[in-house]
């Protein structure tokens, strides 16, 4: 086993819009898997774009963004890339 860098590129595998409501969250929240374009899957969330099953569409492009948590942790988020469409 060994270390390879990742681009941040992926493409939307499986989700489910978590409806359920939590203090931790404003509204419905997409809980996902995505593909990484190196191959491997990983859970994570769909940011900045609404959370509908019109605008999630398996498929889709997206890219990494880094939410810090704390000084020591980021949690690694997933957007539409700018060239992805997504429907409002």
Request: glycine share 4%; net charge negative.
């Amino acid at each position: 086993m060994s270390d390879e860098a990742a681009t941040g590129r992926a493409t939307l595998y499986s989700y489910v819009i978590n409806q359920r409501p939590h203090k931790a969250f404003d509204g419905p929240v997409a809980v996902a898997v995505v593909e990484l374009e190196e191959g491997p899957r990983m859970m994570t969330n769909i940011i900045d774009t609404p959370q509908t099953e019109e605008a999630l569409v398996l498929d889709m492009d997206l890219e990494v963004v880094f939410e810090e948590q704390s000084d020591q942790v980021s949690l690694p988020l997933f957007r539409p890339t700018t060239t992805a469409e997504v429907a409002s």
